[in-house]
């Protein structure tokens, strides 16, 4: 059979990652990770800043809290902020009646106490007696889920994981391509023009790697403020070092190809050659540095975020939540090991990516 | 009647790929005769090397061999690790193709040579190195003493073929294996390692397989002959009988596949196209902000060139001649000093703008048809974007039919032209870059080495290819190589290159007969000595 | 070589000066100074302890001076822990960044290596997988991961180990940062030698000294190996430069006094003598272990030859 269609090498490196399964698999993980990052927060049924002071640190659950046991105690609790006594509770149809007395009548008001609890809901008077020193008030209970427990600070950690994840996705994403964009710029310009410029552009370069380069995030940081967006700029500022060798290297190995100087003695011109056959076969690698690059940088926002240099409150990223977790693990070890998940298997399933495509993009065996 | 040292019998070699099962030997019958020198001659992809790969126990990890490889009544293919050891090396030792980096480069060659000597014979490191340096004695190192402390990268890819040849022997094995050992080398050095190779089988008396595409050497050095084709041998017997009345459809192939006939001279009063005077080319190495100045490397050391129209000029001299560089210059490919001169119009100086509208008729076509072709535009891009250059105004409909017309004209199906380069075979890639020349309906076209990475039968049928093309459109060839067989065949005038200078120039028979120049002489009779 | 290593100890001088000098006017341009932070100190004393500083003088005034100073030596006083000079500071926190670091680059490079070696030697069987399988996640998951879920198990589970404090280099106490240092650089140096080795191993004088009949050893150590120590022999320096200088997120976890939780802290309190300070200890160990890399390098390859 002739199959005149001809396959180009992108097809080729298709078909290849295709069969690649830790590839694939990693790339509907992320599909998965970024969309539930995306939507989720809208169907979690809780605020990511909403602060239940009654559920303070409760471990992940997929029973609704209040939990039954807890309710009695809760109740009296309630009854006794309000100066009541307590004289019986019992339970109907999913609402709870709550008989109390006074020394003096009561105000109708009191309900509130009951709304106020994260436990209970629609709390409303049912009967009192004549003198308004017996009340029966009635209250739903407010069914709530945790799936992931709860922060020190009472907040649904299910949704605030999600939040932190859209921080951290879109930082490395952003700062990925504010990386990529100055180094390939940079790198190509080098490498193409050649000669005194190419050497005066990497000599600046080296320097730059010289710099510690922590210190070197760290004094941007500060320099620019704690501002979410600045930082990412600040980041792609400083990790387009390696991509601008990268592509310097690429498009002076291209350079030196027959190919292109066969354009050249075809007479075609600069910017024909840059277009039609630098820049096709630059994509490759720089693709591959890109998959590379995003947990780079996802790490490098967490490792601020975790110095407290990043994202602030009540923002957060995952690398906020892995601090936090993690001067709580004594006793809420999900704290820590939730993020911890999130981030790994993020950074596990870019790289598995990663890997897949070097391997389909660049076979060394062809 | 000579005993037999080594006998295949039924060899089988597949290798598990990507894409499935590859058979590289399907079932082979080889036997070398103790004192003996065998050859196996066959194009790449024959399994020729395999075959002897696999009886060495060298075979890739995915390769698996089958069948008996009969050594002192004992089958290697059996053969554990250890067992196999006591005679690799010892008794059956191989020299491959590539000297350059077939020794280890972080070791001594004195080291090298005596590790295997030390490690079979057991001898003790004064007694190790006093057979060391008597084997570089033998293998005509000079100064083998002082070339004991020298590393790989010190010593030319001839000498290292030489310690190659020394470690092989210096254990007195009874069978050589030598993998095309001259086919990386130039063709002067070619020779001497063929009669190196030849007095030390004679004086030692070892059987020798040798390996090669090369139909000049197979005359040259082996009694018998055995010839492979896609993994199976075709023909077998002695090298004589074999040449003279070759039986099997594809010896007959391979020994007319040496390109044949002359090239007649331009008519009289043909005009001069392409003109060089005193032509300069130097190159800068080294040398940066702090570090010491560049050395200057003259890569072209004032040479003159001259072709009219219809003229084929050969350029012949071996690697590092300066051939290519030459041509380049003269495309203005490279900046060069020397007055330039291109169809009547003196081009000196010019520059790539000034350069561009001439480029259409002035083509050319590299030596590495992997290389040369941009790998991620179909063959049809491939070949038209000259016409975008220099045709801005064609519309598509009409590059593709040109397109067509060019493909034709290289005798490829144009049917195939939405395929990539990859999808190409060696040769077809090769014919892809000429058509990429022609279509521009240039005058002149520089060919540089185009069949160098080709095998012979291929090679002929693109020299037959490019002779044909030069008749129906009168164009001027400058053709550059090495193989002074396609020069003879292709061009009328040759000029001999070697260290940047012009050695000897003049007509085929003048330069290639009547040599006056003693490297010529040495060219000549390495190459053709039979 | 002797001419080589002085000219490269020479080509670094203008390096860490244009180091010192972009670090110097970056710390300074941004906002903030040492004795803003406190609140509550009065202006008129705040002002005195500025003028004492030559805080109150022209940034490039102060820059002179502090180049002065640094060329005879003196790295100056800390801004914020008072009464103590960097260099004071310094001989406390490194030689403690120096051992945690040592310990762990010694411990990443012997395992590695042979954690790479047999890998190559088994390439595609079963231990390569676990080998390739160890190095992905020692270099995908981040110290700030590793760290705590360290002190998790083996501290708070366990009790195997303290998880914080230095307690005077107790081995209970190093445990926990020499393996978190350690696990992302043997990751890497794995990996590494795995590569450097499944490539050597089917080089052409590999198969020259197979078809020698050389024996196992003589193939895997004597020429495969010492081949596959070159890229480990480029990695080991600038990695050891990072190791030794000390890890920000590694001390601050573990509670460790070293160079790092003084760069860290240095930053955040503005304490300009001591990231200064910091930041020349880090290049001048990236600059001095670079070379040292090159004469590793040099010395394993003699087609290197510098002079």
Same mark, same amino acid.
């Given at each position: 059979?002739?199959?005149?269609?001809?396959?180009?090498?992108?097809?080729?490196?298709?078909?290849?990652?295709?069969?690649?399964?830790?590839?694939?698999?990693?790339?509907?993980?992320?599909?998965?990770?970024?969309?539930?990052?995306?939507?989720?927060? #809208?169907?979690?049924?809780?605020?990511?800043?909403?602060?239940?002071?009654?559920?303070?640190?409760?471990?992940?659950?997929?029973?609704?809290?209040?939990?039954?046991?807890?309710?009695?105690?809760?109740?009296?609790?309630?009854?006794?902020?309000?100066?009541?006594?307590?004289?019986?509770?019992?339970?109907? *149809?999913?609402?709870?009646?709550?008989?109390?007395?006074?020394?003096?009548?009561? *105000?109708?008001?009191?309900?509130?106490?009951?709304?106020?609890?994260?436990?209970?809901?629609?709390?409303?008077?049912?009967?009192?007696?004549?003198?308004?020193?017996?009340?029966?008030?009635?209250?739903?209970?407010?069914?709530?889920?945790?799936?992931?427990?709860? *922060?020190?600070?009472?907040?649904?950690?299910?949704?605030?994981?999600?939040?932190?994840?859209?921080?951290?996705?879109?930082?490395?994403?952003?700062?990925?391509?504010?990386?990529?964009?100055?180094?390939?710029?940079?790198?190509?310009?080098?490498?193409?023009?050649?000669?005194?410029?190419?050497?005066?552009?990497?000599?600046?370069?080296?320097?730059?790697?010289?710099?510690?380069?922590?210190?070197?995030?760290?004094?941007?940081?500060?320099?620019?403020?704690?501002?979410?967006?600045?930082?990412?700029?600040?980041?792609?500022?400083?990790?387009?070092? *390696?991509?601008?060798?990268?592509?310097?290297?690429?498009?002076?190995?291209?350079?030196?190809?027959?190919?292109?100087?066969?354009?050249?003695?075809?007479?075609?011109?600069?910017?024909?050659?840059?277009?039609?056959?630098?820049?096709?076969?630059?994509?490759?690698?720089?693709?591959?540095?890109?998959?590379?690059?995003?947990?780079?940088?996802?790490?490098?926002?967490?490792?601020?975020?975790?110095?407290?240099?990043?994202?602030?409150?009540? #923002?957060?990223?995952?690398?906020?939540?892995?601090?936090?977790?993690?001067?709580?693990?004594?006793?809420?070890?999900?704290?820590?090991?939730?993020? #911890?998940?999130?981030?790994?298997?993020?950074?596990?399933?870019?790289?598995?990516?990663?890997?897949?495509?070097?391997?389909?993009?660049?076979?060394?065996?062809? | 009647?000579?005993?037999?040292?080594?006998?295949?019998?039924?060899?089988?070699?597949?290798?598990?790929?990507?894409?499935?099962?590859?058979?590289?030997?399907?079932?082979?019958?080889?036997?070398?005769?103790?004192?003996?020198?065998?050859?196996?001659?066959?194009?790449?992809?024959?399994?020729?090397?395999?075959?002897?790969?696999?009886?060495?126990?060298?075979?890739?990890?995915?390769?698996?061999?089958?069948?008996?490889?009969?050594?002192?009544?004992?089958?290697?293919?059996?053969?554990?690790?250890?067992?196999?050891?006591?005679?690799?090396?010892?008794?059956?030792?191989?020299?491959?193709?590539?000297?350059?980096?077939?020794?280890?480069?972080?070791? /001594?060659?004195?080291?090298?040579?005596?590790?295997?000597?030390?490690?079979?014979?057991?001898?003790?490191?004064?007694?190790?190195?006093?057979?060391?340096?008597?084997?570089?004695?033998?293998?005509?190192?000079?100064?083998?003493?002082?070339?004991?402390?020298?590393?790989?990268?010190?010593?030319?890819?001839?000498?290292?073929?030489?310690?190659?040849?020394?470690?092989?022997?210096?254990?007195?094995?009874?069978?050589?294996?030598?993998?095309?050992?001259?086919?990386?080398?130039?063709?002067?050095?070619?020779?001497?390692?063929?009669?190196?190779?030849?007095?030390?089988?004679?004086?030692?008396?070892?059987?020798?397989?040798?390996?090669?595409?090369?139909?000049?050497?197979?005359?040259?050095?082996?009694?018998?002959?055995?010839?492979?084709?896609?993994?199976?041998?075709?023909?077998?017997?002695?090298?004589?009988?074999?040449?003279?009345?070759?039986?099997?459809?594809?010896?007959?192939?391979?020994?007319?596949?040496?390109?044949?006939?002359?090239?007649?001279?331009?008519?009289?009063?043909?005009?001069?196209?392409?003109?060089?005077?005193?032509?300069?080319?130097?190159?800068?190495?080294?040398?940066?902000?702090?570090?010491?100045?560049?050395?200057?490397?003259?890569?072209?050391?004032?040479?003159?060139?001259?072709?009219?129209?219809?003229? /084929?000029?050969?350029?012949?001299?071996?690697?590092?001649?300066?051939?290519?560089?030459?041509?380049?210059?003269?495309?203005?490919?490279?900046?060069?000093?020397?007055?330039?001169?291109?169809?009547?119009?003196?081009?000196?100086?010019?520059?790539?703008?000034?350069?561009?509208?001439?480029?259409?008729?002035?083509?050319?076509?590299?030596?590495?048809?992997?290389?040369?072709?941009?790998?991620?535009?179909?063959?049809?891009?491939?070949?038209?974007?000259?016409?975008?250059?220099?045709?801005?105004?064609?519309?598509?409909?009409?590059?593709?039919?040109?397109?067509?017309?060019?493909?034709?004209?290289?005798?490829?199906?144009?049917?195939?032209?939405?395929?990539?380069?990859?999808?190409?075979?060696?040769?077809?890639?090769?014919?892809?870059?000429?058509?990429?020349?022609?279509?521009?309906?240039?005058?002149?076209?520089?060919?540089?080495?185009?069949?160098?990475?080709?095998?012979?039968?291929?090679?002929?049928?693109?020299?037959?290819?490019?002779?044909?093309?030069?008749?129906?459109?009168?164009?001027?060839?400058?053709?550059?190589?090495?193989?002074?067989?396609?020069?003879?065949?292709?061009?009328?005038?040759?000029?001999?290159?070697?260290?940047?200078?012009?050695?000897?120039?003049?007509?085929?028979?003048?330069?290639?007969?009547?040599?006056?120049?003693?490297?010529?002489?040495?060219?000549?009779?390495?190459?053709?000595?039979? | 070589?002797?001419?080589?290593?002085?000219?490269?100890?020479?080509?670094?001088?203008?390096?860490?000066?244009?180091?010192?000098?972009?670090?110097?006017?970056?710390?300074?341009?941004?906002?903030?100074?040492?004795?803003?932070?406190?609140?509550?100190? &009065?202006?008129?004393?705040?002002?005195?302890?500025?003028?004492?500083?030559?805080?109150?003088? &022209?940034?490039?005034?102060?820059?002179?001076?502090?180049?002065?100073?640094?060329?005879?030596?003196?790295?100056?006083?800390?801004?914020?822990?008072?009464?103590?000079?960097?260099?004071?500071?310094?001989?406390?926190?490194?030689?403690?960044?120096?051992?945690?670091?040592?310990?762990?680059?010694?411990?990443?490079?012997?395992?590695?290596?042979?954690?790479?070696?047999?890998?190559?030697?088994?390439?595609?069987?079963?231990?390569?997988?676990?080998?390739?399988?160890?190095?992905?996640?020692?270099?995908?998951?981040?110290?700030?991961?590793?760290?705590?879920?360290?002190?998790?198990?083996?501290?708070?589970?366990?009790?195997?180990?303290?998880?914080?404090?230095?307690?005077?280099?107790?081995?209970?106490?190093?445990?926990?940062?020499?393996?978190?240092?350690?696990?992302?650089?043997?990751?890497?140096?794995?990996?590494?030698?795995?590569?450097?080795?499944?490539?050597?191993?089917?080089?052409?004088?590999?198969?020259?000294?197979?078809?020698?009949?050389?024996?196992?050893?003589?193939?895997?150590?004597?020429?495969?190996?010492?081949?596959?120590?070159? &890229?480990?022999?480029?990695?080991?320096?600038?990695?050891?430069?990072?190791?030794?200088?000390?890890?920000?997120?590694?001390?601050?976890?573990?509670?460790? &006094?070293?160079?790092?939780?003084?760069?860290?802290?240095?930053?955040?309190?503005?304490?300009?003598?001591?990231?200064?300070?910091?930041?020349?200890?880090?290049?001048?160990?990236?600059?001095?272990?670079?070379?040292?890399?090159?004469?590793?390098?040099?010395?394993?390859?003699?087609?290197?030859?510098?002079?």
């Amino acid at each position: 059979m002739i199959e005149n269609a001809g396959r180009s090498l992108w097809l080729d490196a298709w078909i290849r990652l295709k069969a690649n399964r830790a590839a694939i698999v990693s790339a509907v993980w992320l599909a998965f990770i970024g969309l539930i990052c995306l939507i989720g927060p #809208s169907f979690t049924n809780h605020e990511f800043t909403t602060q239940y002071s009654s559920y303070v640190r409760v471990p992940p659950s997929f029973d609704a809290y209040p939990k039954a046991d807890k309710l009695d105690q809760e109740i009296k609790e309630i009854v006794a902020r309000a100066h009541l006594t307590l004289k019986e509770w019992k339970e109907k *149809d999913g609402r709870f009646f709550v008989t109390v007395t006074a020394p003096k009548p009561i *105000d109708d008001r009191v309900t509130r106490y009951l709304d106020r609890s994260d436990s209970f809901k629609d709390g409303k008077v049912e009967t009192k007696s004549a003198d308004g020193m017996e009340m029966t008030m009635s209250a739903a209970v407010q069914k709530l889920y945790f799936y992931f427990g709860t *922060d020190t600070s009472g907040r649904d950690l299910l949704t605030r994981t999600l939040m932190a994840g859209r921080v951290s996705l879109m930082v490395g994403l952003l700062a990925g391509f504010v990386a990529v964009f100055i180094g390939v710029i940079y790198g190509a310009t080098s490498g193409f023009i050649g000669g005194k410029t190419d050497e005066i552009m990497m000599r600046i370069v080296d320097i730059l790697y010289a710099l510690p380069f922590t210190f070197f995030v760290i004094m941007l940081v500060v320099f620019f403020g704690r501002n979410f967006m600045l930082m990412f700029i600040a980041i792609g500022a400083v990790l387009w070092l *390696d991509m601008s060798r990268i592509v310097r290297g690429q498009t002076l190995s291209l350079k030196r190809q027959e190919f292109v100087q066969a354009a050249e003695a075809l007479g075609v011109s600069n910017m024909g050659i840059l277009f039609r056959h630098i820049i096709p076969n630059m994509l490759g690698p720089i693709i591959i540095y890109v998959t590379l690059l995003v947990p780079q940088v996802i790490i490098l926002e967490s490792f601020l975020s975790y110095l407290g240099l990043g994202v602030q409150e009540p #923002s957060s990223s995952w690398g906020v939540q892995i601090s936090q977790g993690s001067r709580n693990m004594e006793g809420a070890a999900w704290l820590l090991i939730i993020p #911890s998940f999130f981030l790994t298997s993020t950074l596990f399933a870019l790289n598995f990516i990663g890997d897949g495509l070097r391997d389909a993009l660049d076979p060394k065996d062809r | 009647m000579k005993k037999p040292v080594l006998s295949l019998k039924n060899i089988k070699v597949n290798f598990d790929t990507m894409d499935g099962k590859v058979e590289a030997v399907k079932g082979a019958n080889i036997q070398v005769n103790a004192g003996e020198t065998i050859a196996i001659v066959g194009e790449s992809g024959s399994g020729k090397s395999q075959m002897m790969m696999a009886a060495m126990g060298l075979l890739a990890a995915n390769g698996k061999a089958t069948g008996e490889c009969e050594f002192e009544g004992r089958n290697l293919l059996a053969m554990g690790k250890a067992e196999l050891n006591t005679i690799r090396g010892r008794k059956i030792s191989m020299i491959f193709q590539e000297p350059m980096t077939s020794l280890d480069p972080l070791y /001594t060659i004195g080291n090298q040579l005596m590790e295997p000597i030390k490690h079979h014979l057991k001898f003790d490191a004064a007694a190790a190195r006093k057979r060391a340096i008597e084997m570089l004695e033998l293998v005509k190192i000079k100064e083998p003493e002082r070339r004991m402390r020298s590393y790989p990268h010190e010593m030319s890819g001839g000498q290292r073929q030489r310690v190659m040849i020394a470690m092989a022997l210096a254990n007195n094995p009874e069978l050589l294996i030598a993998d095309e050992p001259t086919t990386a080398l130039d063709v002067t050095i070619q020779a001497e390692i063929l009669e190196l190779m030849a007095d030390l089988q004679h004086r030692l008396g070892m059987a020798m397989i040798f390996i090669t595409h090369d139909l000049g050497i197979v005359k040259r050095i082996a009694k018998r002959v055995y010839v492979m084709r896609k993994g199976e041998v075709v023909e077998e017997g002695d090298t004589k009988a074999i040449f003279a009345n070759p039986k099997h459809e594809y010896t007959k192939a391979l020994l007319e596949a040496e390109p044949t006939g002359r090239k007649a001279p331009p008519v009289a009063g043909a005009p001069v196209i392409l003109s060089g005077e005193d032509i300069q080319v130097t190159f800068k190495i080294g040398g940066g902000f702090l570090g010491s100045p560049p050395i200057e490397l003259k890569a072209v050391d004032h040479v003159s060139v001259s072709l009219k129209q219809g003229q /084929t000029i050969g350029i012949v001299g071996e690697s590092g001649s300066g051939k290519s560089t030459l041509a380049r210059a003269l495309l203005r490919l490279l900046p060069s000093r020397g007055a330039l001169n291109f169809n009547g119009q003196a081009i000196t100086g010019f520059d790539k703008q000034t350069m561009r509208p001439l480029r259409k008729q002035l083509q050319v076509v590299f030596q590495d048809p992997f290389g040369s072709l941009s790998p991620r535009m179909t063959a049809g891009q491939i070949i038209t974007e000259g016409l975008i250059v220099h045709e801005p105004a064609m519309s598509a409909a009409a590059r593709d039919a040109r397109a067509v017309q060019a493909l034709e004209e290289v005798q490829i199906d144009p049917a195939l032209r939405n395929r990539y380069p990859h999808e190409f075979s060696g040769g077809q890639r090769q014919r892809l870059a000429i058509a990429r020349a022609i279509i521009l309906k240039p005058k002149v076209v520089v060919l540089d080495e185009p069949t160098s990475a080709l095998d012979r039968q291929v090679q002929k049928q693109i020299v037959d290819l490019l002779r044909d093309l030069q008749k129906a459109y009168n164009l001027s060839y400058l053709f550059i190589s090495h193989d002074l067989a396609v020069v003879r065949a292709m061009a009328d005038h040759i000029m001999v290159m070697k260290d940047g200078k012009l050695v000897e120039q003049g007509t085929p028979d003048e330069v290639m007969l009547k040599p006056k120049q003693d490297y010529t002489r040495r060219l000549m009779a390495a190459a053709f000595a039979s | 070589m002797l001419r080589y290593v002085l000219k490269r100890l020479l080509v670094a001088i203008p390096t860490l000066f244009v180091i010192i000098t972009i670090s110097f006017f970056l710390m300074h341009i941004a906002p903030g100074g040492p004795f803003n932070m406190e609140k509550g100190i &009065p202006p008129e004393i705040k002002a005195n302890i500025e003028r004492v500083f030559h805080l109150d003088e &022209p940034v490039l005034s102060q820059y002179l001076r502090y180049l002065n100073n640094l060329i005879h030596g003196d790295l100056g006083p800390s801004y914020v822990i008072l009464n103590f000079s960097v260099a004071e500071l310094f001989a406390k926190s490194l030689p403690v960044s120096l051992w945690i670091g040592s310990l762990a680059m010694l411990f990443s490079l012997v395992a590695g290596c042979a954690m790479g070696v047999v890998a190559a030697l088994r390439h595609n069987g079963l231990i390569d997988y676990i080998v390739v399988t160890l190095a992905t996640a020692g270099s995908t998951i981040p110290t700030f991961v590793t760290a705590p879920l360290i002190q998790l198990v083996f501290g708070l589970t366990f009790h195997w180990i303290w998880i914080g404090g230095w307690h005077e280099g107790a081995l209970a106490a190093l445990i926990g940062p020499v393996i978190t240092l350690a696990l992302p650089q043997l990751a890497t140096v794995a990996r590494l030698m795995r590569g450097a080795m499944i490539e050597a191993l089917h080089t052409n004088h590999i198969r020259t000294a197979k078809a020698m009949g050389l024996s196992d050893y003589s193939i895997v150590i004597r020429h495969a190996m010492r081949g596959a120590l070159l &890229p480990i022999a480029s990695y080991a320096g600038p990695a050891a430069a990072g190791l030794l200088t000390g890890s920000i997120i590694v001390e601050s976890i573990f509670q460790i &006094p070293g160079i790092g939780r003084s760069f860290i802290d240095g930053a955040l309190n503005r304490d300009y003598t001591m990231v200064m300070g910091t930041v020349i200890i880090i290049a001048v160990f990236t600059i001095v272990f670079n070379l040292v890399s090159d004469i590793l390098y040099a010395v394993i390859d003699p087609r290197v030859r510098y002079d």
